[in-house]
T-cell receptor, first 119, second 115 residues
Framework: DTGVSQNPRHKITKRGQNVTFRCDPI?????LYWYRQTLGQGPEFLTYFQNEAQLEKSRLLSDRFSAERPKGSFSTLEIQRTEQGDSAMYLC?????????????????FGAGSRLTVL | AQSVAQPEDQVNVAEGNPLTVKCTYS??????LFWYVQYPNRGLQFLLK??????LVKGSYGFEAEFNKSQTSFHLKKPSALVSDSALYFC?????????????FGKGTKLSVKP
């Protein structure tokens, strides 16, 4: 297993365009997270999947942001009508989780991130 | 509100000297605490965690952290720093108000170890 893979690593786009990022988690992990990191700040939680179910999406920054994990494997994060303020590093992480695990006790494995630059 | 504070933007240490990277937290309920390290162009890597039990937690690369409930702190330590320890370090706490315990991160501390 090569860990968590994110593509593209860097995306430059013009304001108003749509962008999509892909995350391939560790194959045996059933939980997948998206975070956003801006310069000088720590990662900020966006959304979370358990298998194909999106269990938390209230932290998505606006209705321009959406995420899917259609078959419980890879996930995509789409930003519609991008704005300059969307420029950031978008991080994906995955973890294992079983019934009975202490919620939040599992270690997250992060990908290297996808850097978005909106001109 | 739940939060993590890393009061130092940067910590400078000479190689071979002990290092401490500070972290304090504010969370409702039992804190689950984590340290991650980020090298340039690499993803965040897990170092160690405190869930319950012994207040002194040992992790990867010789790092350890001490959970202090009364001071709501979880400082990262290493007895002898290496130049290769130079990186960005993040403290995180489980978000007890979100589902499934998502992590709340501090803003990070840049550790610089000079030869």
């Amino acid at each position: 297993d090569t860990g968590v893979s994110q593509n593209p690593r860097h995306k430059i786009t013009k304001r108003g365009q749509n962008v999509t990022f892909r995350c391939d988690p560790i194959s045996e992990h059933n939980r997948l997270y998206w975070y956003r990191q801006t310069l000088g700040q720590g990662p900020e939680f966006l959304t979370y999947f358990q298998n194909e179910a999106q269990l938390e999406k209230s932290r998505l920054l606006s209705d321009r942001f959406s995420a899917e994990r259609p078959k419980g494997s890879f996930s995509t994060l789409e930003i519609q009508r991008t704005e300059q303020g969307d420029s950031a590093m978008y991080l994906c992480a995955s973890s294992s989780g079983r019934a009975g695990d202490l919620a939040g006790a599992n270690v997250l494995t992060f990908g290297a991130g996808s850097r978005l630059t909106v001109l | 509100a739940q939060s993590v504070a890393q009061p130092e933007d940067q910590v400078n240490v000479a190689e071979g000297n002990p290092l401490t990277v500070k972290c304090t937290y504010s969370v409702s309920g039992n804190p689950y605490l984590f340290w991650y390290v980020q090298y340039p162009n690499r993803g965040l890597q897990f170092l160690l965690k405190y869930i319950t039990g012994d207040n002194l937690v040992k992790g990867s690369y010789g790092f350890e952290a001490e959970f202090n409930k009364s001071q709501t702190s979880f400082h990262l330590k290493k007895p002898s720093a290496l130049v290769s320890d130079s990186a960005l370090y993040f403290c995180a706490v489980r978000d007890t108000e979100g589902s499934q315990g998502n992590l709340i991160f501090g803003k990070g501390t840049k550790l610089s170890v000079k030869p």
